[in-house]
């Protein structure tokens, strides 16, 4: 395996733990009580937290592919 192919499976690795975690932390949100002032705020940072992840692979994977 050469660099570039394994910082691509690093990237696919964060790209998709990030959206299972998110998935995860979604559901867990909404078995709980949304009714709650606090609900907004968590989920505002699920999606913080899957951007991010997004936006880490996506720079990694522009370096696998120069």
Do not use: C
Not at 40 to 46: P, R, Y
């Amino acid at each position: 395996m050469n660099i570039s192919s394994g910082v691509y499976r690093l990237a696919q690795v964060i790209k998709w733990g990030g959206r299972v975690l998110g998935g995860l932390w979604l559901i867990a949100l909404l078995t709980g009580d949304p009714s709650h002032n606090d609900f907004k705020i968590f989920v505002g940072l699920g999606i913080v937290f899957v951007v991010i992840t997004e936006g880490i692979a996506w720079v990694l994977e522009g370096f696998a592919n120069d």
